[in-house]
């Protein structure tokens, strides 16, 4: 059963002991950054802030951070979470429905009465951000040539009360739509929702084609069809049940420059020029409850809702036999380190792999991609590690492949590279599975059968382990 909004996967959430409520009054600046860069180390609950100061809106976040969680915003077991996404994925979108009214707009403030600095909560999360940050913005357009639908996760900066900041990578759908309107001269208009149904937000933040309306698939993800209204100032629609709805439109031809941010690479990124937003109008529920998400450097929430997503698709889109397990790595970022364990199905199949997974959509930001045999499991460092250490031999197993698309926000790409956005990589993979299989020498353990009897009667021994 699909969640109808924020506030019922908030209620599951506490009902299920994953939420803790925060009631002494917070500074939304800096302390909420400290409070959850400690929660996020723990792999703590989501987080309720019921008293910001100067602020009568409470913030929600941490909400998916962890994996049991992310499976939960899903109705999904956590053992069945992979099995469930791929089912679900591979449903045809469903169209949203078109609803005369939503909850969204129980409240609507257009032209002055916008004031995104004293409205909501938005935090200032880590010691350098140019300013406070909206974290999961759902940010809704439509292709001005083709008028398909595309809605996304950027970040935004609060500039000034009605004044937003922007970062697309070039590829980005978004982006995509933004050059378009401008070679015609013309401003993009965007609708963006904060605080809905979580599987809304995941699916605006998976990697789907250009040309899926995210809104149809987060009706396949959730399992029903969502409800939108029309914009109050705008031709574009947004989800019924949204906390928040931001409307205005980006730019044409105006920059400023936005960052620093603390993002998932877990450093700050360039302080660069990037298109604005302005916003005509702001519509909320009754009681709105803003939803955020602290960024930094692994573990936090924001690797986990970026790096299982692509996990996914990578299992998804990569079609040859015998991948086993894959595991887009929590310190890697949840981008940049992937391990994938797989049956090898003859001498060299482990580089044929590896070449299908770096060529695969979602798997664009991964850099170092270690394949192991079966027996070794990519989510254990200890047996990723021994067999880096036994199975692999530099000059034979390793391949550099330079100069492809990377992340924009690599810290190790050159300024240059970084701030023209053309950030081209390289990538390695790392074969690790065993040289000359039939060969290859033997691990080593007792005997299988004194093993068995030494577990059955384990208590006699008195070891106490
Ligand atoms: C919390 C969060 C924040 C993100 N912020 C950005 C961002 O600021 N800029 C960006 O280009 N991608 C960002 N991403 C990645 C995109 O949301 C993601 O790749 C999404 O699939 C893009 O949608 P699109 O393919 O329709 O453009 C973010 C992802 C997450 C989970
Ligand atoms: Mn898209």
Same mark, same amino acid.
């Given at each position: 059963m699909a969640f109808a909004d924020l506030r019922e996967f908030l209620r599951c959430l506490e009902e299920q002991g994953e939420l803790a409520r925060v009631c002494v009054e917070v500074e939304k600046d800096h302390e909420i950054g400290a409070i959850c860069r400690k929660v996020n180390d723990r792999a703590g609950p989501g987080l309720l802030f019921e008293r910001v100061k100067g602020y009568s809106v409470p913030l929600a976040c941490n &909400? &998916?951070?962890?994996k049991k969680r992310f499976a939960m915003a899903l109705g999904a077991s956590e053992g069945a979470l992979t099995e469930e996404w791929l089912r679900r994925t591979a449903l045809a979108p469903v169209s949203p429905v078109l609803a005369?009214?939503?909850?969204?707009?129980e409240n609507v403030f257009v032209g002055n009465a916008v004031n995104l600095l004293k409205m909501f909560p938005v935090p200032i999360w880590? #010691?350098? %951000?140019?300013g406070p940050f909206i974290t999961l913005p759902i940010v809704i357009s439509r %292709?001005?040539?083709?008028?398909v639908r595309n809605a996304a996760m950027y970040r935004l900066q609060v500039? #000034?009360?009605n004044k937003l900041g922007i970062l697309m990578a070039p590829y980005r759908h978004t982006e995509i739509h933004r050059r378009k309107a401008s070679t015609e001269g013309k401003s993009l208009p965007v609708a963006i929702a904060i605080g809905t149904d979580p599987a809304v937000a995941l699916a605006a933040l998976a990697p789907l084609p250009f040309g899926v309306d995210e809104l149809a698939m987060a009706g396949t993800l959730r399992g029903e069809t969502i409800e939108v209204v029309k914009c109050k100032t705008l031709d574009l629609e947004v989800p019924?049940?949204?906390e928040i709805v931001l409307e205005g439109e980006i730019l044409v031809g105006e920059r400023r420059e936005e960052g620093p941010y603390g993002d998932f690479t877990g450093y700050y990124g360039a302080k660069l020029r990037r298109p604005v937003i302005e916003i005509k109008a702001v519509t909320h529920r009754n009681n709105p409850i803003y939803h955020g998400l602290y960024n930094g450097r692994p573990p936090t929430e924001e690797q986990i809702i970026r790096g299982l997503p692509i996990q996914m698709d990578i299992a998804k889109r990569?079609?040859?036999?015998? $991948?086993?397990k894959i595991n887009l790595t929590m310190g890697g970022c949840g981008a940049f380190n992937c391990v994938v364990s797989i %049956?090898?199905?003859? #001498?060299?199949y482990g580089k044929m792999v590896a070449m299908a997974i770096l060529g695969s959509w979602g798997a664009r930001f991964v850099k170092t991609l270690i394949i192991v045999d079966d027996? $070794?499991?990519?989510?254990?460092w200890n047996q990723v590690e021994w067999a880096l250490a036994t199975r692999m031999q530099p000059h034979r197993d390793i391949e550099i492949i330079r100069d492809i698309v990377g992340c924009i &926000?690599?810290?190790? &790409?050159?300024y240059e590279e970084r701030r023209t956005g053309r950030s081209r990589t390289s990538k390695v993979i790392i074969d690790?599975?065993?040289?000359?299989t039939a060969e290859f020498e033997l691990p080593c353990q007792p005997r299988q059968d004194v093993t068995e009897k030494v577990n059955r009667n384990w208590a006699k021994y008195g070891v106490g382990i």
């Open positions: &909400l &998916l951070g962890t005369p009214r939503g909850a969204c707009q880590n #010691e350098l %951000d140019g %292709d001005p040539e083709t008028g500039h #000034e009360r019924a049940t949204a990569c079609p040859l036999p015998g $991948i086993k %049956d090898k199905q003859f #001498e060299g027996d $070794i499991d990519p989510f254990d &926000l690599d810290p190790s &790409l050159p690790a599975t065993r040289y000359d």
